[in-house]
Each structure stands twice: as structure tokens, then as C-alpha cells.
């Protein structure tokens, strides 16, 4: 971090990268706002989605980040992976305090007191602060329609930086810490709480899943949600090879999986019109995507058959959403 050598270059994305993957290093951002050198695991997605996030943003962002894993790897004092201005805020109100950034930030553009001109606050929290501890505060925000202000969740299914506890994000059938499986117990006990679909219930411009596993498509949703005015939400899914107990080389592999078998389909909701941009007839199956994770190891085939039967049932439903 410290040793950073600035190598900008004026080449913000362009939002079609996905289309001339030939030439996408010449088309992508050159700018490394998430710097290296900072303490993430070996492997983790998570810090691959921030870098690519920042690459879509550009320099004109304030970030209000909750404590997670991102927090915790990247502001060991006196340190910073950050290059752009960056907020450690409490678990619960990322959305709170990125949300009054951005109100804040408005005020004292119309009072001449900064420059007039656009700057987008950023929530960004994990699936806990997203899902549990901080749902009330995004709610709030999301109903306030604030302008300029987009929320990132980086949901690696559980809370990863502090022993792998569960979180409402975790999948059904994992075990974790506070899901053990075991002779009585499966694992986690609760399907995957829908956060996009409850941020669209909120009507607002943009809302999209992503995966840093398809980097480009990732990026352009970031600047969908820039262009849409916000606010808007974003859920990327972010492997995390420590909590899933897998290799740290298979992070990428992992993450397609999840959106090959329908786990975990990547769409846009724009302005309560649901998107899907590669509808995956032909799904993979999902014991490919479990198969090799240690956190499912334990489930039985009767398991599997329901999880598969649950799957395809949310995908169908998922289909319908997009023809209507």
C-alpha cells in the first residue's frame, strides 16, 4: 500500500466491455483505487469485486464502508488500501451515513460551499451488515430515494472476519459455526433471504445481482446504477474460499457454478422491469457447484433433490419476472 505507484490513466470503462472481450485490458479502467498489498485471504472474491466496483466508479465517490471483511483487510492503522475518500462506519449504518453523505453532499453544492459537481456516495457492507444488522438503515435509505447514492452488498453467505457464524444470507444446508450439521442438524436451516427482490419492492431505479466471476458484466451494472441517478442496490455475490472450504484457486470456478446451476442468476431490476441478460435453459446441475465445498460435504441426496427442486422452482419464478 504504501509503496503504491500511481500509474493513472483517463480511461474510464466502456459500459460494453462484455462485447470486445479481445480488447477489454485496453477498455477497462487502468486505475487501481483499491490498492494492493492489503490482508484479504488468499483467494478472496470479495476484494476482486471491491477492485473491480472502484474501476467502474471512478474518482468521484465518497465510500461509507460497515465493518467486515473488507474493513478489517483493508484499514490496519495506519494503513489504507483505500485511494479514494473512505468512511469505516458501524455494522449497522453503512446505509445511514452513505445516504446523509450523499444529502450532505448536495446541501453544499447548492450553498457553493464545494465544486458543483457530481459525486456518488457508496454503501458497502457484507451479507450480515446488508441482510441483518443493517436492513433497516438500507430500507430508510432506499424508501428516501436519495439521488447519487448506490449500495453495494458483498455477500460471501455468512460472517466470514469473525469466526464463519451464519448470517439470513447463508444458504440452506450449509454448516457454519452457529450451523453446525451434525446428527441432528443439516446445517443452516433457512433458505437465502431475497435482498434484491426486497430492495426492488422498494421501486427504485436500479437494482442488479452480480458476481465478480463475470468481472465485465459486473462492471457495467456499476455504471448502470451511476447512470440511473439512484439510488440503486447491487448484491455480488463474493466466494469466499475460507468460510466455503474450497482451494483459493477455484474462487472464479466457484463463482460461475453458482450462476451456471441458477443458484444464483444474475439480472437487473430497472425501474420494476426484471432483465435477464443470458437466460441458462440448460442449468448445470447443482450437486457440481456443491460438489468439492466443504460446507456442504455432509448433505445427503434427499437434501440435494430438495435444494435442486427449490432452485429450479425460484428460477422459474425468476423467468416468468422477466417476460411480463
Not at 284 to 309: A, C, M, N, W
Request: one cysteine or more.
Amino acid at each position: 500500500m504504501d509503496t503504491y505507484t500511481d500509474t493513472r490513466v483517463d480511461t474510464h470503462t466502456d459500459t460494453r466491455t462484455d462485447t470486445y472481450s479481445v480488447f477489454a485490458p485496453n477498455l477497462m479502467n487502468q486505475v487501481e483505487n483499491f490498492a494492493q498489498g492489503h490482508r484479504a485471504c488468499q483467494g478472496c472474491a470479495e476484494a476482486l469485486a471491491v477492485r473491480h466496483v472502484l474501476k467502474a466508479l471512478g474518482d468521484d465517490i465518497v465510500i461509507g464502508n460497515a465493518t467486515g471483511c473488507m474493513e478489517i483487510v483493508s484499514s490496519p492503522l495506519p494503513l489504507t488500501a483505500w485511494r479514494v475518500p473512505w468512511i469505516h462506519v458501524a455494522f449497522e449504518n453503512a446505509a445511514a451515513v452513505a445516504s446523509g453523505m450523499a444529502a450532505g453532499l448536495k446541501v453544499l453544492r447548492r450553498k457553493g460551499r464545494i465544486p458543483d459537481k457530481r459525486v456518488i456516495s457508496i454503501g458497502m457492507a457484507g451479507d450480515g451488515g446488508t441482510s441483518d444488522i443493517g436492513l433497516q438503515a438500507l430500507s430508510g435509505a432506499l424508501e428516501r430515494q436519495h439521488e447519487d447514492f448506490i449500495y453495494v452488498c458483498f455477500d460471501n453467505e455468512a460472517y466470514m472476519n469473525t469466526g464463519i457464524q451464519r448470517s439470513s444470507s447463508t444458504p440452506f444446508g450449509a454448516t457454519t459455526t452457529t450451523s453446525p450439521s451434525g446428527k441432528k442438524s443439516q446445517g443452516q436451516s433457512t433458505w437465502k433471504k431475497d435482498m434484491p427482490k426486497i430492495a426492488a419492492a422498494h421501486n427504485i431505479p436500479y437494482v442488479a445481482t452480480a458476481c465478480s466471476s463475470y468481472p465485465f458484466d459486473l462492471q457495467e451494472k456499476i455504471r448502470k446504477a451511476v447512470d440511473s441517478g439512484g439510488p440503486a442496490y447491487i448484491h455480488c455475490l463474493s466466494v469466499c474460499p475460507t468460510g466455503w472450504r474450497i482451494p483459493s484457486h477455484l474462487s472464479i470456478k466457484y463463482g460461475k457454478l453458482a450462476v451456471q446451476t441458477g443458484i444464483f442468476p444474475l439480472y437487473e431490476v430497472e425501474d420494476g422491469v426484471y432483465r435477464m441478460k443470458k437466460k441458462n435453459a440448460k442449468r448445470r446441475p447443482v450437486t457440481e457447484y456443491f460438489k468439492g465445498q466443504g460446507r456442504f460435504r455432509h448433505l445427503t441426496e434427499d437434501d440435494i433433490q430438495s435444494i435442486q427442486e427449490r432452485v429450479d422452482a425460484e428460477y422459474e419464478k425468476l423467468l416468468k419476472l422477466t417476460e411480463m
